[in-house]
């Protein structure tokens, strides 16, 4: 098993930044890709950003430009920088490890972090 830790969420302006971090602990060899999911009332659960092992990274579009994501695997630890923060990013904000086993891949979950920008 492998269990994330979010932390880093709140509520900020419009035009603020805030910086969420995802730290991995247990089974994490074999973690491949790690990356950010967001969920806003109503609305499905939406990729925000992903970073893989090698460190290649993949954006929504709608935060491009404005989110950064990074990884440090000495830390196992993946980080989610938000700048220019717009009311329509308010959401809870889940962390995603993809962990390998042999042919099969498993998703790991994080409880999830709100973050609330105001106008």
């Known amino acids: 098993q492998v269990q994330l830790v979010e932390s880093g969420g709140g509520l900020v302006q419009a035009g603020g930044s805030l910086r969420l971090s995802c730290a991995a602990s247990?089974?994490?060899?074999?973690?491949?890709?790690m990356g950010w999911y967001r969920q806003a009332p109503g609305k499905q659960r939406e990729l925000v950003a992903t970073?893989?092992?090698?460190?290649?990274?993949n954006y929504a579009d709608s935060v491009k430009g404005r989110f950064t994501i990074s990884r440090d695997n000495a830390k196992n630890t993946v980080y989610l920088q938000m700048d220019s923060l717009k009311p329509e990013d308010t959401a809870v904000y889940y962390c995603?490890?993809?962990?390998?086993?042999?042919?099969?891949?498993?998703?790991?979950w994080g409880q999830g972090t709100q973050v609330i920008v105001s106008s």
């Open positions: 995603n490890a993809e962990r390998s086993r042999g042919p099969a891949m498993y998703d790991y």
């Open positions: 247990g089974n994490i060899f074999g973690i491949k890709a």
């Open positions: 970073i893989s092992s090698g460190g290649p990274t």
